[in-house]
């Protein structure tokens, strides 16, 4: 069976940080690329960065330089720091695993991050 938790949220001011993780069960997790994406209330889940097996990284454009993501297989976790938040980046965060070639799809449940003073 599928798991991915998350886990790291929390409420924080505007201009501090957070680390964000996701662990990873019951799938070979080296072989995906793990995702995260966020869901504002009112608005579309969007994908905030990915990391492919092979370890090439990508970011939203409201994120770069902001927000690192790395993963280390070996511990089957990938890991979310945000750095200067702001109050837009408020919103659900998910872990996603994706294999695209085969179709295989998982999501985590999703931890809160509000920025707010």
């Known amino acids: 069976q599928v798991h991915l938790v998350e886990s790291g949220g929390g409420l924080v001011q505007p201009g501090g940080s957070l680390r964000l993780s996701c662990i990873g069960s019951?799938?070979?997790?080296?072989?995906?690329?793990m995702n995260w994406f966020r869901q504002a209330p009112g608005k579309e889940r969007v994908m905030v960065a990915s990391?492919?097996?092979?370890?090439?990284?990508n970011y939203a454009d409201s994120v770069k330089d902001r927000f690192t993501i790395s993963r280390d297989d070996a511990k089957r976790a990938v890991h979310l720091q945000m750095n200067s938040l702001k109050p837009e980046d408020t919103a659900v965060y998910f872990c996603?695993?994706?294999?695209?070639?085969?179709?295989?799809?998982?999501w985590g449940q999703g931890t809160q991050v509000t920025v707010s003073s």
């Open positions: 996603n695993a994706r294999w695209s070639e085969y179709g295989y799809d998982y």
């Open positions: 990391v492919a097996s092979v370890g090439r990284t």
């Open positions: 019951g799938f070979t997790f080296g072989r995906f690329t």
